[in-house]
């Protein structure tokens, strides 16, 4: 058979440099589809497991909770029947749970209690706390397994009696002793809170007051124990607002045995808040279960309520938003990878095919002795795709395999279909550019004659061209970039490979006109630029084939340096909604808004959130309630992504004497209009809130919140509402004394700038970043070498050219300058065009490209960035330039004798 050898001739100078070119190329991309998988993967999971050790405790745990009384019995075990109401709820969680969260632990709390004083050693030590404190007890059955008692003993029951109240024992941590000023030995008087859900549980009246003595100070092994909520704060009290004032909480522990004698009896029954807890196996996350994770924690979510009732277990666990984050992220990162690679492969197989191009124009004339010989064109071309299916195979086999050798773990399943693709283009490219090559016709001299028109085939595959992309831009625009991979839609990948291509189609009628032109009048020109003008006129296949690798380079570097911006602005977004502010102190204390006011150059607002219980049409539901400086937080976050635009509204009390609330789109699963009230239970009867705007998400709630301006509630209530978190606005310098602060309150502080630099070198996020740019410079680089390709081979094509300049008298500088003349108007064009399109195409992105995954969920919008682009742009044509200029002057080597030669057969 004979082969692609006829067409270019194997072995000969010039055939050997493209060649070297072509095996270099696919080596290269053949290493990059098996590495670019593998290194996203890499990432993947290392976000994934960067996400999990960096989410809070309550994440990486999940408790099942239910309110229930029990009967007392002669059980051995006091907490026999509590068991087995948790072994029943516990049937229903899904294997898929039960595999990725173990050792199961379990947790009792009894009623919430009032503690109305303290008692001494003297009957006239008794004293009122400053501030409403309820004391929760909480049984541990395995409570010596993660702590130890430093202090006193431990709690046993007691059958003392105390001005006729019953004596209770109890253990606290030292961090509550010491905020609450109680010693061991101290006795509190404690009477039932009735606003208590599990006190209402009560079905036979309610407990009399009792008396509570503090007989042992117990410390937790680890200061993260999950026992205790994993939060350092929780081992001393909580301070919550409740809009009307602060209140304390603060949770002391008692002995199982303690448990069938008052105050948790009443009636022969006992009220307690059961909890299931186990903790998540984090190394049973991996990519390959995420998904499944994911599912269960949500059938979990359906299946149970968000809070306990009476009547139906809840559940507690936020490990849904981590998952669902880092699933986005993952979807997020392989669209933009797959974008990456369409575009990647089309400037690859752009510049492929003109390298077979060129090369065939340099030994065309081969093609009239091949026919001559009896050479049939099934022949050509099967010889041609046969020859590079063999080039391919070694590039692919070399290219992969170094890959493999850097990065022998993190398999990918994106890897083989790209390998694939590279390999299987690569073969189809030279089939098409021979058959292409086969449909010319030659002279009897072997001479090629002067054909610039497309011809039947390239007419009718140009309006396809034109056609699908008009089509993929309307789906495009319809759909946008999906962010799952999993039935991507490959008219919108396609995008900016099919809009350069079919522009660069378009221009392929005006630029033989427009270089004609100047050809025309290229006396002016010295006889070299003539030359090389006349041949761009009448021959332009090389130089649309240059400017369409050039446009497609500068396209996929326009999206590159869009995604990375976008990337970039977006966390800088997400930090903002994060945070609300440069500096948020978590805090219970009223001393560190002060002192941060002090502080100079600095905006201070205030946020208190608390659970409260409100009614509708006679339902009552428990909602979070913010009381918010909204003029202050304003006033932060004003300019920023964070700027929530609460309405002023909120600073303004109803004329009825009503609230005005942002409230969340959907309150206990029933939507919300603006207009409707709901009215205060408990300790909030009397105020009624009406909602005057409906939001799907804000200050980091999503459901069930009603959010009200601080100075609105303390007029309405004449207390001022407490508060949990100081907002602080200001410049890095402030950093120092904002921290001191924080550290002498021993509050936690997060600040924007390390919030913004965590969500930047999140490794998935980096990664997409940096392969993006990656992506870009490869383009941009393939654009150079199909220019240095296509200059080989057409200076080696000139040679007659050359000779009859030589004849006519012209010097090596215009020798050199008919060459140039033909490859300079394709690299300047190219890089004008390219650089219009490359914004174009960017900026059709915005809007239509989902990125927020890595950006906290805050919308992220892809900027064209034109200057970097017009850089890209002049940088590729003055490289071009530079590029065709030195090789020309290293290649163009002619003589007279060339002249009887016939060109490109010799």
């Given at each position: 058979?004979?082969?692609?050898?006829?067409?270019?001739?194997?072995?000969?100078?010039?055939?050997?440099?493209?060649?070297?070119?072509?095996?270099?190329?696919?080596?290269?991309?053949?290493?990059?589809?098996?590495?670019?998988?593998?290194?996203?993967?890499?990432?993947?999971?290392?976000?994934?497991?960067?996400?999990?050790?960096?989410?809070?405790?309550?994440?990486?745990?999940?408790?099942?909770?239910?309110?229930?009384?029990?009967?007392?019995?002669?059980?051995?075990?006091?907490?026999?029947?509590?068991?087995?109401?948790?072994?029943?709820?516990?049937?229903?969680?899904?294997?898929?749970?039960?595999?990725?969260?173990?050792?199961?632990?379990?947790?009792?709390?009894?009623?919430?209690?009032?503690?109305?004083?303290?008692?001494?050693?003297?009957?006239?030590?008794?004293?009122?706390?400053?501030?409403?404190?309820?004391?929760?007890?909480?049984?541990?059955?395995?409570?010596?397994?993660?702590?130890?008692?430093?202090?006193?003993?431990?709690?046993?029951?007691?059958?003392?009696?105390?001005?006729?109240?019953?004596?209770?024992?109890?253990?606290?941590?030292?961090?509550?002793?010491?905020?609450?000023?109680?010693?061991?030995?101290?006795?509190?008087?404690?009477?039932?809170?009735?606003?208590?859900?599990?006190?209402?549980?009560?079905?036979?009246?309610?407990?009399?007051?009792?008396?509570?003595?503090?007989?042992?100070?117990?410390?937790?092994?680890?200061?993260?124990?999950?026992?205790?909520?994993?939060?350092?704060?929780?081992?001393?009290?909580?301070?919550?607002?409740?809009?009307?004032?602060?209140?304390?909480?603060?949770?002391?522990?008692?002995?199982?045995?303690?448990?069938?004698?008052?105050?948790?009896?009443?009636?022969?029954?006992?009220?307690?808040?059961?909890?299931?807890?186990?903790?998540?196996?984090?190394?049973?996350?991996?990519?390959?279960?995420?998904?499944?994770?994911?599912?269960?924690?949500?059938?979990?979510?359906?299946?149970?309520?968000?809070?306990?009732?009476?009547?139906?277990?809840?559940?507690?666990?936020?490990?849904?938003?981590?998952?669902?984050?880092?699933?986005?992220?993952?979807?997020?990162?392989?669209?933009?990878?797959?974008?990456?690679?369409?575009?990647?492969?089309?400037?690859?197989?752009?510049?492929?095919?003109?390298?077979?191009?060129?090369?065939?124009?340099?030994?065309?004339?081969?093609?009239?002795?091949?026919?001559?010989?009896?050479?049939?064109?099934?022949?050509?071309?099967?010889?041609?795709?046969?020859?590079?299916?063999?080039?391919?195979?070694?590039?692919?086999?070399?290219?992969?395999?170094?890959?493999?050798?850097?990065?022998?773990?993190?398999?990918?399943?994106?890897?083989?279909?790209?390998?694939?693709?590279?390999?299987?283009?690569?073969?189809?490219?030279?089939?098409?550019?021979?058959?292409?090559?086969?449909?010319?016709?030659?002279?009897?001299?072997?001479?090629?004659?002067?054909?610039?028109?497309?011809?039947?085939?390239?007419?009718?595959?140009?309006?396809?061209?034109?056609?699908?992309?008009?089509?993929?831009?309307?789906?495009?625009?319809?759909?946008?970039?999906?962010?799952?991979?999993?039935?991507?839609?490959?008219?919108?990948?396609?995008?900016?490979?099919?809009?350069?291509?079919?522009?660069?189609?378009?221009?392929?009628?005006?630029?033989?006109?427009?270089?004609?032109?100047?050809?025309?009048?290229?006396?002016?020109?010295?006889?070299?630029?003539?030359?090389?003008?006349?041949?761009?006129?009448?021959?332009?296949?090389?130089?649309?084939?240059?400017?369409?690798?050039?446009?497609?380079?500068?396209?996929?570097?326009?999206?590159?340096?869009?995604?990375?911006?976008?990337?970039?602005?977006?966390?800088?977004?997400?930090?903002?909604?994060?945070?609300?502010?440069?500096?948020?102190?978590?805090?219970?204390?009223?001393?560190?808004?002060?002192?941060?006011?002090?502080?100079?150059?600095?905006?201070?607002?205030?946020?208190?959130?608390?659970?409260?219980?409100?009614?509708?049409?006679?339902?009552?539901?428990?909602?979070?309630?913010?009381?918010?400086?909204?003029?202050?937080?304003?006033?932060?976050?004003?300019?920023?992504?964070?700027?929530?635009?609460?309405?002023?509204?909120?600073?303004?009390?109803?004329?009825?004497?009503?609230?005005?609330?942002?409230?969340?789109?959907?309150?206990?699963?029933?939507?919300?209009?603006?207009?409707?009230?709901?009215?205060?239970?408990?300790?909030?009867?009397?105020?009624?809130?009406?909602?005057?705007?409906?939001?799907?998400?804000?200050?980091?709630?999503t459901i069930d919140f009603l959010i009200a301006d601080r100075g609105v509630m303390a007029e309405i209530s004449g207390v001022e509402p407490g508060f949990d978190t100081v907002l602080v606005g200001g410049s890095e310098a402030i950093r120092g004394e904002i921290e001191t602060i924080a550290n002498e309150a021993d509050e936690r502080l997060r600040v924007r700038a390390d919030v913004l630099q965590q969500q930047l070198d999140?490794?998935?996020?980096?990664?997409?970043?940096?392969?993006?740019?990656?992506?870009?410079?490869?383009?941009?680089?393939?654009?150079?070498?199909?220019?240095?390709?296509?200059?080989?081979?057409?200076?080696?094509?000139?040679?007659?050219?050359?000779?009859?300049?030589?004849?006519?008298?012209?010097?090596?500088?215009?020798?050199?300058?008919?060459?140039?003349?033909?490859?300079?108007?394709?690299?300047?064009?190219?890089?004008?065009?390219?650089?219009?399109?490359?914004?174009?195409?960017?900026?059709?992105?915005?809007?239509?490209?989902?990125?927020?995954?890595?950006?906290?969920?805050?919308?992220?919008?892809?900027?064209?960035?034109?200057?970097?682009?017009?850089?890209?742009?002049?940088?590729?044509?003055?490289?071009?330039?530079?590029?065709?200029?030195?090789?020309?002057?290293?290649?163009?080597?002619?003589?007279?004798?060339?002249?009887?030669?016939?060109?490109?057969?010799?």
């Amino acid at each position: 058979m004979i082969g692609w050898s006829v067409l270019v001739g194997m072995g000969r100078r010039t055939e050997v440099a493209v060649w070297a070119m072509m095996l270099t190329l696919l080596t290269i991309v053949a290493f990059g589809a098996v590495a670019a998988p593998r290194l996203l993967r890499g990432a993947e999971e290392a976000s994934l497991e960067q996400a999990l050790e960096d989410a809070p405790l309550g994440a990486r745990q999940l408790a099942v909770r239910v309110i229930s009384d029990y009967p007392l019995g002669d059980t051995g075990d006091p907490l026999e029947l509590q068991r087995e109401r948790l072994a029943e709820i516990d049937d229903q969680l899904s294997p898929e749970l039960l595999e990725r969260f173990v050792d199961e632990r379990f947790v009792a709390d009894t009623s919430r209690f009032t503690v109305a004083a303290r008692a001494g050693t003297e009957p006239d030590a008794a004293e009122v706390p400053a501030l409403p404190t309820f004391l929760t007890f909480r049984v541990h059955p395995e409570i010596d397994d993660h702590s130890e008692l430093v202090a006193g003993r431990r709690a046993a029951p007691s059958d003392r009696v105390v001005d006729g109240a019953a004596v209770f024992e109890f253990e606290v941590t030292p961090e509550t002793a010491a905020e609450l000023g109680w010693e061991i030995g101290d006795q509190l008087l404690l009477t039932v809170d009735p606003s208590d859900v599990v006190t209402r549980s009560f079905n036979a009246g309610l407990p009399a007051d009792f008396v509570g003595e503090l007989v042992g100070l117990r410390e937790l092994s680890d200061p993260l124990e999950s026992y205790w909520f994993g939060d350092a704060r929780a081992h001393r009290p909580t301070v919550a607002d409740t809009g009307i004032g602060a209140n304390v909480f603060a949770f002391g522990l008692v002995h199982p045995e303690q448990l069938p004698s008052r105050p948790f009896v009443a009636a022969g029954r006992s009220p307690f808040a059961l909890e299931q807890r186990r903790d998540l196996d984090v190394e049973s996350v991996t990519l390959d279960s995420v998904d499944g994770t994911l599912a269960g924690v949500l059938a979990l979510e359906a299946s149970f309520s968000t809070q306990p009732t009476l009547t139906r277990p809840g559940v507690a666990n936020s490990l849904r938003p981590v998952i669902e984050t880092e699933i986005a992220q993952r979807d997020a990162g392989r669209s933009t990878i797959v974008l990456a690679a369409a575009g990647v492969l089309g400037v690859v197989l752009a510049t492929l095919a003109q390298i077979l191009l060129a090369a065939a124009g340099r030994r065309r004339g081969w093609l009239t002795v091949a026919r001559a010989r009896g050479a049939s064109r099934p022949q050509v071309v099967g010889g041609s795709m046969v020859e590079m299916a063999v080039l391919a195979t070694i590039a692919v086999v070399v290219g992969g395999g170094l890959a493999l050798m850097a990065f022998s773990s993190n398999a990918s399943d994106l890897e083989a279909p790209l390998v694939v693709a590279t390999w299987v283009g690569a073969v189809l490219c030279s089939g098409l550019v021979a058959f292409s090559e086969g449909l010319r016709r030659v002279t009897v001299s072997g001479r090629p004659s002067a054909h610039p028109g497309l011809g039947r085939w390239g007419r009718i595959g140009g309006t396809v061209l034109v056609a699908v992309t008009f089509a993929a831009v309307i789906t495009f625009r319809r759909r946008g970039v999906t962010a799952a991979t999993d039935g991507a839609d490959l008219l919108v990948v396609l995008v900016p490979v099919l809009v350069p291509l079919s522009v660069v189609y378009l221009l392929r009628f005006a630029v033989p006109t427009f270089v004609g032109r100047a050809a025309r009048r290229g006396l002016a020109l010295g006889p070299g630029r003539l030359v090389g003008l006349r041949r761009v006129a009448t021959d332009p296949q090389s130089t649309i084939g240059v400017v369409a690798v050039i446009v497609l380079a500068l396209t996929v570097a326009a999206l590159g340096v869009g995604v990375d911006r976008a990337l970039a602005d977006g966390a800088v977004d997400a930090s903002w909604v994060e945070v609300e502010a440069d500096y948020r102190i978590d805090t219970r204390q009223p001393g560190v808004r002060e002192a941060a006011n002090a502080v100079s150059d600095t905006v201070v607002g205030v946020v208190g959130d608390t659970r409260i219980t409100i009614e509708r049409d006679d339902e009552a539901f428990g909602a979070t309630f913010n009381a918010v400086d909204v003029a202050a937080v304003q006033s932060i976050t004003e300019g920023t992504a964070a700027d929530q635009s609460l309405p002023l509204e909120l600073a303004e009390p109803g004329l009825d004497g009503s609230i005005p609330v942002v409230a969340a789109d959907r309150v206990n699963g029933r939507l919300v209009r603006v207009g409707d009230r709901f009215a205060g239970v408990g300790t909030r009867a009397g105020q009624v809130y009406e909602v005057i705007e409906v939001r799907g998400a804000a200050y980091g709630r999503t459901i069930d919140f009603l959010i009200a301006d601080r100075g609105v509630m303390a007029e309405i209530s004449g207390v001022e509402p407490g508060f949990d978190t100081v907002l602080v606005g200001g410049s890095e310098a402030i950093r120092g004394e904002i921290e001191t602060i924080a550290n002498e309150a021993d509050e936690r502080l997060r600040v924007r700038a390390d919030v913004l630099q965590q969500q930047l070198d999140d490794p998935l996020s980096r990664m997409v970043r940096r392969g993006y740019a990656v992506a870009a410079a490869f383009s941009l680089l393939l654009s150079l070498v199909a220019l240095a390709a296509v200059a080989v081979a057409t200076a080696r094509r000139r040679q007659r050219e050359v000779a009859i300049l030589g004849v006519l008298g012209a010097g090596r500088r215009e020798t050199v300058a008919a060459v140039v003349a033909e490859l300079v108007p394709a690299a300047v064009i190219g890089s004008i065009v390219g650089t219009f399109v490359g914004w174009l195409v960017a900026r059709s992105y915005a809007g239509r490209y989902d990125l927020s995954a890595f950006a906290g969920g805050t919308p992220v919008s892809i900027e064209a960035v034109p200057i970097a682009l017009a850089l890209a742009g002049a940088a590729v044509a003055l490289a071009s330039v530079m590029v065709a200029a030195v090789l020309a002057r290293r290649i163009v080597v002619a003589n007279a004798a060339d002249i009887l030669r016939i060109d490109g057969a010799a």
